[in-house]
């Protein structure tokens, strides 16, 4: 089985900065693609950054966060700065897995738990 960890979650003033981590375990062939999702309050689930052979963001957080990859750890990152309210939401890691079984390989998307993200004075 795979899981997705995700920390770095908190509360944070205005103008402030976090950084998210995602780390992968489980019986990991490889990994395809590794993104970042949020929902806030009364929302829908919406794309924040994904990073695979290149990287997408959300217009809203282009040139305030960064999405990166340790490969080696499996491990995806989301640096966030000049934080702003709206920017609060659950954060959640998703991840395309390749999986290794006796009957062949297996593509699956997973989710980690979410982590809190607060903005606010």
Known sequence: QVQLVE????LVQPGGSLRLSCAASGRIFSIKTM?????????????????????????????RFTISRDSAKNTVYLQMNSLKPEDTAVYYCRSTIVTQAAAGRYETRYWGQGTQVTVSS
């Open 35 to 63: 993104g970042w999702y949020r929902q806030g309050p009364g929302s829908e689930r919406d794309l924040v950054a994904t990073i695979g052979t290149s990287t997408n963001y959300a217009d809203s957080v282009k040139g």
């Open 7 to 10: 920390s770095g979650g908190g």
